[in-house]
């Protein structure tokens, strides 16, 4: 896509020379997703530093029909945030007010350029939390969270990212703000523009702010990591703890394999005495210690093996890097296909089971990695060894979850990657009023035209 030097020019009235970069060594960064697999260009990266400039900048690029691509922390995993076809980079990186916390009604509105780690520093400040959190909270940023409605490791207890909302702020493809910050817990006062956007992919407008529920902060935390000798028995007593274990926070689930791979990636040892073919790792918080009633629980069930527990946060922090540690590890591996799935619990298992000979059918070569929220159902299917260009292994991922009544993404969205089988859980119907929805708020088509929908 060529942009004209006149148009440059008039964004750069708006958010000042210094926040438009043109320099491709310096716009690298934000063309490159976090796995390497997405790869573009851009004319310009643009930062702008308020609404006002962002509505501004919007206003421009609509007149010259100028395609942009709202960006974040750039941490998104299916090349849904970055230029793929030349569009402008809007980095909302800027953005990064944080508002008074609101203790009495516990919420905050905050820039949709704040990271989840600020936003969870600055409620803990207030003696509260954030409910959403992930493993790269240190880059990913509210609006990215909010445009892909983030799940992470906390869903079974606090819901995803579109739970947490209680208002947003956004700015329309014409340059149009719409806001709605009051963040009453009850209000039915028509459409419910902050669910829409949510998960919206930044094709229907930009965010800029957003009102979000804040929850409590529980002085007692501990963490299990437990061994089992065949993934079945861990996945089954993984959704039994989901309701046995109280204060439940996060049921998240790894294989031998995976955590063998994150041993050898950060040079640490195993992280129970034997080695075994799935760990569940389950986390539980509440205002007196849930240690002793989570450990009756883990210990009362058939088939445990060796357990961990984890109670001071260095302790928890040390079992948690054998979960966190799997994307960075896998990446070491070679470019991998993400399939970020989920499927109904009573599939689960047998998904589970399944998919790695889906897998060696169509790619021969390649291996499969398996891990996730198990709690909720999400598994992350990661291949590597197969062509960065190959969708055949994603066509066959993708059909055996559809076949089995799951869904092809479960919170990283469908971006650039899962477009071309969005039609394996969406309807004629659906994507019909999506496609309605899209041409009635950004008529030119100049909003993130290329993921979705779009392309
Ligand atoms: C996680 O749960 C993220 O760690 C990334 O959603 C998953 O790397 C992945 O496939
Ligand atoms: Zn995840």
């Known amino acids: 896509m060529t942009v004209s030097p006149q148009a440059i020019d008039a964004i750069a009235e708006v958010v000042g020379r210094g926040h438009v970069v043109t320099d491709p060594a310096m716009t690298a960064g934000n063309c490159t997703d976090w796995t390497g697999r997405f790869v573009g260009q851009t004319p310009a990266v643009v930062r702008p530093g308020s609404t006002g400039e962002v509505a501004a900048v919007l206003e421009v690029c609509n007149r010259h029909r100028i395609a942009v691509v709202p960006q974040g922390g750039n941490t998104g995993l299916v090349g849904g945030g970055v230029p793929l076809a030349g569009e402008v980079v809007l980095s909302l990186a800027r953005l990064n007010h944080l508002g008074v916390v609101d203790a009495v009604q516990p919420a905050v509105t905050v820039g949709s350029g704040v990271t989840l780690a600020t936003l969870h520093s600055h409620a803990a400040a207030s003696g509260l939390a954030y409910g959403v959190d992930l493993a790269a909270r240190d880059s990913a940023t509210i609006g990215g969270t909010i445009a892909t409605n983030a799940g992470g490791l906390r869903v079974i207890r606090w819901g995803d990212t579109r739970a947490q909302l209680l208002g947003i702020e956004a700015v ?20 419910d523009l902050a669910g829409l956007l949510c998960g919206s992919e930044g094709t229907l407008a930009v965010v800029t702010a957003a009102r979000v529920r804040l929850v409590p902060r529980h002085s007692h935390r501990t963490v299990a990591l437990v061994g089992f ?5 861990a996945v089954q007593s993984a959704l039994r703890w989901t309701t046995a274990i109280g204060g439940v926070e996060a049921v998240e689930f790894v294989t031998g394999a995976g955590v ?8 640490i040892p195993l992280p129970l005495p034997a080695r075994w073919a799935a760990y569940i790792l389950v986390e539980a918080a509440a205002d007196t210690d849930p240690t002793d009633a989570m450990a009756a629980v883990i210990t009362a069930t058939p088939g445990v093996g060796d357990v961990a527990v984890g109670r001071t946060a260095g302790e928890r922090s040390r079992l948690w890097t054998y979960r ?6 896998i990446n070491r591996v070679g470019l991998p296909h993400k399939l970020d799935v989920t499927l109904p619990h009573a599939a689960l298992a047998g998904f589970i089971n399944d998919v790695p000979s889906a897998v060696e059918h169509v790619a021969p070569n390649a291996r499969t990695w398996l891990f996730g929220h198990v ?9 590597t060894g197969a062509d960065p260009d190959d969708n055949s292994v994603d066509d066959a991922v993708l059909r055996l979850v559809a076949a089995r009544h799951g869904s092809i993404s479960a919170e990283h969205g469908i971006g650039t990657a899962k477009k071309q089988w969005l039609s394996l859980n969406r309807s004629p119907a659906e994507l019909s009023v999506f496609a309605a929805i899209k041409s009635a708020l950004d008529p030119e088509g100049i909003l993130n035209p290329n993921v979705l929908l779009g392309g």
């Open 324 to 329: 966190e540690g799997h994307t960075e590890a």
């Open 260 to 267: 063998d791979l994150v041993c050898d990636a950060q040079a």
């Open 375 to 383: 709690g909720d159902g999400n598994v992350h299917v990661n291949v």
């Open 229 to 233: 000798a065949d993934v079945g028995t």
């Open 172 to 191: 329309l493809a014409d340059g149009r703000v719409v806001s709605h910050l009051g963040g009453l817990v009850k209000d039915n006062t028509g459409y």
